[in-house]
């Protein structure tokens, strides 16, 4: 019985049918604004950062911007987010503003964590959106945590809980895992496999590179989604939202997504070849890909998408100029939101 529920717990998301992979005009232009907005936004980040405005650890987005943005496009309000490190652009998606995410970057009182947490702690309430952890794999029994108390309260909500490849060899998954199945918790654990942990490959650190059946021991069903496909990616996303949601337990998206910066802002990459890294952006950009489909469809022209870049790149030096602005915290501030 065992056996038969781990095979038939992982599907490759090859199976979908074509004709799900649909957007009206409004739903593609939102999706290419929002990846764009967070592709500019970690762009001006890295340029703070070199500049020496945003001190310790940056760990940026680009290059992963389908998956959060298909995930948050079929999120339903009072659904929870929670994820590792490279947090920025899931804020972003969650409705943060911009503003308040690049100033607690800075280190500024403007800042969602009052310029105390930086770059990987910072939280809003507000947006559902509970971190932003520098532990590896420390969000996952937290995102089940997130599950139980939905289960609980009855409230119909589902903690969508992100980490990246290299967390899902943690011992901590398969404890959540367990205990998520166990309890039929409505848990979504999506793993952001951006082929690289820090930088080690895949394929050196896992005996099996198949990650979406990372749960198959407990018969938790899994899919293999393109993660630099956006409307793949919604798509994938509201089939194990709906799994639970509706009482069924928790489900494994593996998203197959590439990161183009290094692991962090320290980090020169010297594991892979630039050849490597221009091809994926060549041919294989989630914005670029997003960007086709709308000319494929004729719902904008070349001119329309120069001017929401340039709206975007608007609103990303707004925030930027405010985070600037924005005064330090005082040194009172030490001693505020501090549990004892």
Excluded at 90 to 106: F, N, S, Y
Excluded at 173 to 200: C, K, S
Excluded at 263 to 271: E, G, I, N, R, T
Excluded at 283 to 299: G, L, M, T, V
């Amino acid at each position: 019985m065992a056996a038969k529920a781990a095979k038939s717990a992982a599907k490759p998301a090859s199976q979908k049918a074509a004709s799900n992979l649909k957007a009206d005009k409004d739903e593609l232009l939102k999706y290419y604004r929002d990846m764009l907005l967070i592709r500019r936004f970690e762009e001006r980040a890295g340029q703070l950062y070199g500049m020496g405005h945003i001190g310790g650890f940056c760990h940026l987005y680009i290059g992963q911007e389908a998956v959060v943005v298909g995930v948050e496009a079929v999120k339903k309000p009072g659904d929870q987010t929670i994820t590792g490190y490279r947090d920025h652009g899931h804020m972003l998606a969650c409705g943060m503003d911009p503003k308040g995410v690049m100033a607690e970057l800075t280190g500024r009182e403007g800042g969602y964590s009052k310029g105390k947490g930086g770059s990987m702690h910072m939280f809003s309430k507000e947006a559902e959106f509970y971190g932003g952890h520098g532990i590896v794999g420390a969000q996952i029994p937290l995102g089940a945590g997130l599950g139980f108390a939905n289960k609980y309260r009855k409230n119909g909500q589902v903690s969508l809980t992100y980490f990246g490849d290299g967390a899902s060899n943690q011992g901590q998954v398969f404890e959540a895992m367990n205990m998520a199945q166990l309890w039929r918790l409505p848990v979504v654990f999506i793993i952001e496999n951006n082929q690289y942990a820090m930088g080690t490959a895949v394929t050196r650190a896992h005996s099996d590179t198949h990650l979406y059946r990372r749960g198959a021991a407990f018969g938790i069903p899994g899919t293999e989604v393109d993660g630099m496909d956006v409307l793949e990616v919604r798509e994938a996303a509201r089939n194990a939202i709906d799994h639970a949601r509706e009482g069924k337990g928790p489900y494994v998206l593996e998203m197959k997504t590439y990161r183009y910066r290094g692991h962090s802002m320290s980090d020169p990459a010297k594991y892979r070849t630039r050849e490597e890294v221009d091809k994926v952006r060549e041919h294989n950009d989630p914005i670029k890909r997003c960007e086709q489909r709308i000319f494929d469809s004729k719902f904008a022209t070349e001119d329309d998408l120069k001017a929401i870049d340039a709206e975007i790149k608007a609103i990303v030096k707004e925030a930027a100029d405010f985070s600037l602005e924005s005064p330090e915290p005082a040194p009172a501030e030490l001693y505020t939101d501090v549990l004892a």
